[in-house]
């Protein structure tokens, strides 16, 4: 997909385990780009041109050298057609210029087609707004929303009443979504008939990779919501997170979240959950809470008035 810092996002889905990726582009033996990251799934892209086509491989590390496990497809410029939005994600925005670029890309990438974007600027004074304009002019699914600062509650907030989806997730604008978050979020709510679909999350640090709220629950069936709330807190399974799950719309809109409050996130999960009749549980991570690629200090959402 088309960036505003780069030519073309690539993004991939590798179901396994793998120790790395190449990239190639069409008829090159030399690869473009590699990394021993096995969870790595996106590479941003320049100087190449709209007719480019690329291969992704992955592979492992053996004594005898990497042993590729499978190939993709050529990936090319895709412009996906946008119909409907089934599900809003809602992105808050604040003074987020150098990251907010790779969290819609990641958003963009979804294999899920008819996802809306709603992107909250909650009264940026650096170039956020600029960057956003150049998305919502260039894709039809993402929809710009400018606000006077009243902090991250008060812009999901404004988010949560103007999405049009019949389901509603979450995400901030540092963070990383993988491919098929949505769609197997969606697939599992809708054929299960439930209010809300949760599943693990990564933190990333310095140190790697990290599983959060990975909860003992079979995958893919329905559970009635007192079987969440009965472990929510227990040492091991505290699970406030607001981005890895997938909430009916009407229900969110219904009981947004409180304002003027520290940590509001955590107090409106269990709050929100209260309301739920059904809960599914799928095993995999698709949320990337990261820590690494900012200093949250200095640029996290304002929350002064």
Known sequence: YKSYNFNFFLSWNFKGNADGFLVYTQNSNTPIFETNDGLRHYLELTEFKGSTKFIIKAFVN??????????????VLSIRK?????????????????????SIDSALASDFANLEIVIVNDGSTDDTQKIIDWYEKNYDNVVSIQKENGGVADARNVGIEAAKGQYIAFMDNDDLIRPNMISSLYNSITKNNCDVAIAPLYRIT???YTIHCDLPFIEDVPYDIDKYLDIMYTPGYY??????????????????????????????????????????????PFYEWDRKSRDRKSTRLNSSH
């Open 62 to 75: 053996t004594p005898q050298g990497r042993l590729i496990l499978s190939e993709s497809d050529y990936a």
């Open 82 to 102: 946008y119909e409907k939005p089934d599900v809003s994600l809602i992105i808050p925005a604040y003074n987020a210029k150098d990251y907010i670029a790779r």
């Open 206 to 208: 310095d140190n790697g």
């Open 239 to 284: 699970n406030c997170a607001i981005w890895n799950k997938l909430y009916d719309a009407q229900m969110v809109k219904a009981h947004p979240l409180c304002k003027g409050i520290r940590y509001e996130d955590v107090s409106w999960t269990p709050c929100i959950l209260s309301y739920a009749k059904r809960f599914c549980f799928l095993k995999t």
